[in-house]
């Protein structure tokens, strides 16, 4: 037997080996500590996906890696392992190459890309292309050792033992196949031959290792001499900056600076210099010129952007433009996004117009060359109820089933008296597909584009990491946002945002409606009063941020429509904010009146969690409000610096790092003891930052969004026609159609359908007035639409035959317009079903003269008229057609069922506080939660002709009244009023579903 020490493995799967390998990285590397290896060799199929995780943990568990990695095509195979540079960039430009070129061979691949690399294998094909020139090995491993024997005594070249260990151990072995099922989309029973590897490819133990292959001594101990030869990794955490034109970098960011400020500020006071230098030079110690600059050029080349994140701390960002709150105004924390100790990239996230962001990539793309620059991609993991189902497909199991059992499972999990129930209750084979199925949850099964993501580098990508082509048109690097920071790319975020496409088309058309030219950029309407009572009174439904039914009602319990309260509520709001948003809305009310004012002679009437932190966190009544009270904290009370206070409140989020966290917790515990603070005190106030874990915005990204929001509300209120068609033209609120055209009508806009001399393909606002647009008719190509509008460049037109002969539609869709009324104003004397008879003859006429068949024409003043629909019929076709209803209200359609029903009107909810009450309303919109005893209930808002009203089903009448509730219906609602500090809601304890009385419906 062989000592231990003669054997290293270089041949090891993590479940980077998408759908192949079974193990964590961590677990592969705490495996590996714990049997002796020096090395860690990662070695997975065909990418490099977790390189930079791998890269990490054996920092952390003291082990040296081994970059590699197993190329494999259909017909071939060879492992690589990386010993120089060169070695590492051939690697990426194979993997690159594999994943562009169809044609792309192994064996050709690797006789082009060998230099830097140790190529183990028994492909003959390769071994024919690289015997006499790289530095290649047989493999030697327990799955085909006569393939091994035949080709050492064929090329005369070395053995190598390798594991092949796509597992930690052979109790594994089960999983994989299970994932190999997966994958092939195959039962367990039926897996294709060569589609899986054999029981013994698992992570043996060295002395089992030296005992497989105990009379090839010389293949054992090769491991190690390759082990110690491959000693090349990248180096982490270097920053790669995107290249630049400029030669003087810093100098070119100091003179936009200043000209910035000057455009920005009437007058550069002391404050506003010294600010701008104290950011610029940090800045220039920290080399990030080009970072600024390059977004910069960017951002100048679109209308609308909204620079969000910490970047809007800087008064730097906010002079190029690139964000657009004023840091010093708003005592916005610039440590937040640079600080001396930082030496990750500054984070600058820029929101475009979202149909403007693929003009904003072909910008990239087209300035950088495809070499350079490259989007980040996304890890996609095995969520729980899709372990579930694949689970159940590999056992045998069909679809009706598995979708039975779902629906089993989850009434198992709302049901109070099952919670209790396991597993091993179930039916077989469902407590094996359960328990498997937890093995499998956050497996990354597949890679996908990240949303906004892209990465600029001086030299060509391929050097630093191998790219992939997605089918959107871009290349990915092999890592997500995490691991492309981390490794030591700029990530520039390029997002798509709806609003600000509603805020362009809402300025374009007062433009046109008004002649009054508002430029987005310096359009800051948060002193405006009008604006200040929309945002108090929660009126903001189509307003980016704060038109969802929480905000809207945290608004109406605030009481308070300036700016600042409105960046405090954009980060609050988010639901595990919960803990705290009561407590507040209670301080913050107690401390200013109904317009946001301080109140000068106002004491806090609670006391601070310590005296050290009254200044702290005055400014958010002593609690825990925006992400950078985490480090003020840290800095307070346990004299962290700036960059030791920013990990510590980047930590707390990262579900990964909780080993970090304990050291950062050891420190904080030390530094309060050392500042006089108790024990007991230290952990209240530890327990804080805890709860506060990833539920907020730093301060200045919720500026940059309430910016946007009291845009918003600045145009709903001052052009609320314009404003509106903007809305549901660009499709991003968080309501429907027509909920947005029912709110409309409530505040007095008229709402008019589709015209064929009137409407554009989207919707139109004018004065008032609210058109609806082509793109609401189903069935209607928007192409069609177009070309409506491209024939009234040369004039509206005079009549149905007019338009037919210049636009030309299909017939089909010639019906859906004329169904959808839009010929009722140009031919009022003609009814729907006459015109469908006219179409008829116009696309039977013009048929067979293609054919050349010309019989004796029948005159249009010759076909029939016909007998016009009822109003049921219209109001149906009204519905099938748009989606809706514009000619009435829908519960009008439940009129005879609702006349027999006392109910009041949402209008009169705040006058009937504490009383039960019955309600008429149309589903607009809700979201289920779960309780803290794991118990679903839901937020349900509903409308009637008055108004939106808020409701909420508890989880005992949600289990009763859940199954019967859908967004295409009416129902009778019985309930208790309830007031929490103003916002007024329903609390239901009846729901009926009605049905209607027309065939409206």
């Known amino acids: 037997m062989h000592p231990a020490t003669d054997f290293q493995h270089l041949h090891v799967h993590s479940n ?181 590897m054999p029981r013994a490819s698992y992570l043996a133990s060295p002395e089992e290792m030296c005992a497989r292959f105990e009379t090839e001594p010389q293949a054992l101990a090769r491991t190690v001499e390759i082990a110690e030869a491959c000693t090349f990794t990248p180096t982490i955490g270097e920053l790669i900056f995107p290249p630049s034109e400029y030669d003087e970098n810093f100098k070119i960011l100091r003179e936009k600076t200043y000209a910035g400020l000057a455009r920005r500020y009437e007058r550069l006071t002391p404050t506003i210099t010294r600010r701008a230098d104290y950011e610029l030079d940090m800045i220039r110690r920290k080399n990030f010129s080009n970072c600024f600059l390059v977004i910069e050029d960017v951002v100048s080349r679109f209308s609308l952007t909204c620079g969000r994140g910490s970047a809007a701390a800087s008064i730097v960002s906010f002079a190029l433009g690139i964000t657009h709150v004023d840091p010093i105004a708003h005592n916005l924390f610039f440590e937040r996004f640079l600080n001396p100790g930082r030496k990750d990239p500054p984070d600058i996230d820029i929101d475009f117009a979202w149909d403007e962001r693929d003009r904003v990539r072909d910008y990239l793309w087209g300035k950088y060359g495809g070499a350079h620059i490259a989007m980040v991609c996304n890890h996609n993991r095995m969520q729980a109820r899709s372990a579930v189902r694949e689970m159940a497909k590999v056992y045998g199991l069909g679809d009706k089933e598995i979708a039975k059992m779902a629906h089993h499972l989850l009434q198992l999990k709302r049901s109070p008296k099952h919670k209790d129930t396991r597993p091993t209750d179930l039916p077989d084979p469902w407590p094996d597909i359960l328990a498997m199925a937890r093995r499998l949850e956050g497996f990354p099964r597949h890679i996908s584009v990240h949303c906004g993501g892209v990465v600029i580098t001086p030299d060509p990508i391929t050097h630093h990491c191998p790219l992939r082509p997605m089918p959107i048109g871009y290349d990915v690097v092999p890592w997500d946002k995490d691991g492309v920071e981390d490794y030591g ?56 941020y704060v038109e969802s039914p929480a905000t809207r009602q945290l608004l109406q319990k605030v009481r308070m429509g300036d700016y600042e309260t409105l960046v405090a509520v954009s980060s609050i709001i988010r639901p595990a904010a919960n803990v705290i948003s009561a407590e507040w809305v209670r301080r913050h009310r107690w401390m200013h009146d109904e317009q946001g004012r301080p109140r000068p002679n106002r004491k806090p009437n609670w006391r601070p969690i310590h005296p050290d932190l009254e200044e702290v966190l005055a400014e958010t009544h002593g609690l825990m409000v925006y992400q950078e009270d985490v480090t003020r904290t840290a800095m307070a009370l346990a004299g962290f610096n700036a960059c030791d206070g920013d990990r510590l409140r980047k930590i707390i989020s990262k579900k990964d790092k909780q080993k970090v966290l304990r050291d950062y917790h050891a420190r904080f515990i030390e530094g309060c003891r050392a500042n006089g603070l108790a024990d007991e005190r230290i952990q209240d106030i530890w327990d804080m930052i805890l709860s506060f874990a990833g539920y907020s915005f730093c301060k200045p990204h919720s500026a940059s969004y309430a910016m946007v929001s009291f845009k918003s509300a600045f ?243 949600f289990a009763q009244f859940a199954a019967c509730l859908d967004y295409a219906n009416a129902y009778i609602l019985r309930g208790e009023v309830t007031s929490d ?16 009385q027309t065939a409206g419906s």
């Open 981 to 996: 500090m103003g916002a007024i809601s329903v609390t239901l304890q009846e729901v009926i579903r009605l049905s209607p």
């Open 16 to 196: 980077y080996s998408l759908m192949w390998g079974t193990a964590p990285i961590e677990g592969l590397a705490r495996h590996l500590r714990e049997n002796g290896q020096r090395f860690f060799p990662l070695t997975d199929r065909n990418g490099l996906y977790g390189l930079v995780d791998h890269l990490q943990l054996c920092r952390e568990y003291e082990l040296e890696p081994i970059i590699g990695c197993e190329l494999v095509t259909k017909d071939h195979q060879a492992l690589c392992l990386v010993k120089t540079r060169q070695g590492y960039q051939n690697l990426c430009h194979m993997l690159t190459d594999q994943y562009h070129e169809p044609s792309w061979k192994l064996p050709r691949a690797l006789r082009d890309h060998y230099e830097g690399l140790v190529v183990i294998t028994q492909d003959d094909d390769v071994l024919h292309a690289i015997h006499d020139t790289a530095e290649v090995y047989i493999d030697l491993w327990p799955g085909d050792t006569t393939r091994t024997r035949a080709c050492h005594r064929k090329w005369k070249l070395p053995l190598v033992a390798t594991a092949h260990a796509y597992t930690v151990s052979s109790r594994a072995y089960p999983l994989h196949l299970m994932l190999r099922a997966i994958d092939t989309n195959s039962k367990l029973s039926r897996l294709p031959p060569g589609g899986f």
């Open 715 to 957: 145009l709903k209120f001052h052009y609320p026609a314009e404003f509106m068609a903007a809305v549901i033209s660009n499709q991003g609120g968080f309501y429907s159609a027509h909920a947005y055209l029912s709110h409309a009508r409530r505040n007095g806009l008229e709402v008019l359908g589709p015209d064929i001399n009137d409407s554009r393909v989207t919707y139109r606002g004018y004065r008032g007035r609210i058109r609806i647009g082509f793109m609401q008719i189903k069935g209607l190509k928007r192409e069609t639409g177009e070309r409506i509008l491209k024939a009234r460049q040369d004039g509206l037109f005079h009549d149905f035959g007019d338009f037919m002969f210049r636009v030309r539609p299909s017939l089909e869709e010639a019906k859906r317009l004329i169904l959808a009324g839009c010929f009722d104003r140009l031919e009022p004397d003609l009814n729907r079903p006459s015109l469908i008879w006219r179409a008829l003859h116009w696309h039977a006429l013009h048929r067979r003269q293609s054919e050349d068949l010309f019989p004796e024409p029948i005159r249009v003043e010759d076909l029939p008229r016909m007998e016009d629909y009822d109003r049921r019929t219209k109001l149906a076709l009204e519905r099938r057609l748009l989606g809706f209803l514009i000619s009435c209200h829908p519960l009008e359609l439940y009129r005879e069922a609702l006349e027999r029903v006392p109910r009041i009107a949402a209008t009169e909810l705040p006058r009937q506080v504490g009383r039960k009450v019955t309600l008429a309303g149309w589903l607009v919109t809700g979201k289920t939660v779960r309780t803290k005893h794991d118990e679903p209930m839901s937020f349900l808002t509903f409308e009637d002709e008055s108004g939106l009203f808020e409701t909420v089903l508890f989880p005992e009448p």
């Open 489 to 544: 790319f700029v990530k520039l975020d390029f997002l798509g945002n709806r609003s600000l496409a509603v805020i362009r088309d809402c300025l374009q058309s007062v433009r046109e409606n008004y002649r009054v030219d508002i430029r987005y950029d310096t359009l800051n309407p948060i002193d405006d009063p009008q604006t200040q009572t929309l945002i108090r009174e929660g009126n903001t439904m189509g307003c980016f």
